[in-house]
């Protein structure tokens, strides 16, 4: 390429470097659940983490990598063992209350993993919410945290509306700028139902996670142009590293710039961590709304009125619906495919997650040793 930038420069802060082997073509391979989840513990393990707290953060990245979000799943061991290297991370830390009402928690995640503390801080979030009906919630110095559809699904299950947000780390810059100052600060909302899985919407702001374009750039291959990214003089392109070093675009333009301005104050300035420009690894934040409907109105008839809503959005796909198109529910392709994988008990990885997992693998001294078995999972998901 002819652009002469280096990685530092092309990718974001603490993400390492995975390029292919020249001519590596290598198909995606598919692996046992029951096989992956104790490698990944013992990989955890060895790399500083108790034994309940890498069973936590493996269960998580799994339900990722189950749901089809596999770009934020085991993917991500190699940077967050990388992370605990480099002492940006602290691989024992937990999450600490610092301030509690009966409606608001504010936590300290103390440089920890994110799919550590995030969870045990939406633990103690469900219960307060429990008890109080509503419940505002903040952490600080948190970390990346991976699929963040896995914290407000859970209130979900546990019967609460939920919204959250997370500041990341400076991708995105101000409409009309090159300079990168924002993070891809995606946004989750998801409702309860009454007898099937919640509604779940989990987007990034840009229009594709740039979790897929990290993997483009791992495998070697070129993005589509539609997804919008540009170059630094703004001009189209399909290159991952070009993509990454120029301007990385947000849905609706300056629309989606004021949605990240948003996030970026409620998820980093007032959990009291960092934001904007200094969102870095270990100083993340995230903001939790959980609501019981029931406080609002009475909870059946919520129910009924989800359900209501489902049936005239099915009716809409069935009657009305454009030629060549299906109509989903927000969250419900993963949902499927959560089903699918769950009961297969298998999900699949491309080769360069492979090779990273047995990267990692050996320099922990736990060899990656699951054996790839025969699958239909197509890498990616949905």
Request: aromatic share 8%; glycine share 10%; hydrophobic share 40%.
């Amino acid at each position: 390429m002819a652009d002469t930038s280096t990685d530092q420069e092309i990718l974001p802060r603490g993400i390492p470097d995975d390029r292919p082997a020249e001519g590596d073509d290598s198909a995606p391979l598919s692996f046992r659940l029951d096989e992956l989840r104790p490698w990944g513990i013992a990989a955890y393990v060895a790399a500083g983490m108790a034994a309940d707290d890498a069973e936590t953060v493996v269960d998580n990245q799994l339900w990722s990598d189950r749901r089809g979000v596999d770009t934020h799943g085991f993917q991500r061991v190699s940077w967050y063992v990388n992370w605990f290297r480099d002492g940006t991370t602290d691989p024992t830390a937990q999450c600490e209350i610092v301030t509690r009402t009966p409606s608001v928690l504010v936590a300290d995640g103390h440089h920890g993993l994110g799919q550590l503390v995030i969870t045990r801080f939406m633990e103690q979030l469900i219960e307060a919410a429990t008890e109080s009906g509503l419940v505002v919630g903040v952490i600080r110095n948190s970390n990346d945290w991976g699929c963040g559809a896995n914290y407000p699904y859970h209130a979900a299950e546990a019967g609460f509306v939920c919204y959250g947000t997370t500041t990341s780390v400076p991708n995105l810059a101000p409409f009309g700028s090159r300079r990168k100052l924002f993070g891809n600060n995606p946004i989750v909302w998801t409702s309860p139902r009454r007898d099937e899985p919640p509604i779940v919407l989990d987007m990034a702001i840009t229009p594709v996670a740039l979790g897929k374009v990290l993997r483009a750039r791992s495998e070697g291959r070129d993005i589509p142009v539609e997804w919008g990214f540009l170059d630094r003089d703004g001009n189209p392109t399909v290159d991952p590293d070009v993509a990454m070093r120029g301007i990385v675009p947000a849905i609706g333009g300056y629309k989606g710039i004021g949605m990240i301005t948003a996030s970026n104050i409620a998820a980093g300035i007032l959990a009291g961590s960092a934001h904007t420009g200094d969102v870095a690894v270990g100083r993340r934040g995230q903001f939790f709304l959980l609501m019981d409907p029931g406080v609002f109105r009475d909870r059946d008839e919520y129910y009924d009125d989800i359900e209501d809503m489902v049936s005239q959005i099915r009716a809409a796909g069935e009657e009305d619906v454009l030629p060549g198109q299906t109509v989903y529910l927000p969250g419900e392709l993963e949902q499927r495919e959560m089903d699918r994988r769950s009961a297969a008990g298998t999900v699949s990885y491309p080769a360069s997650v492979v090779r990273s997992l047995s990267r990692v693998g050996d320099e922990l001294g736990v060899p990656f040793d699951c054996a790839a078995v025969p699958d239909a999972s197509p890498a990616g998901g949905p």
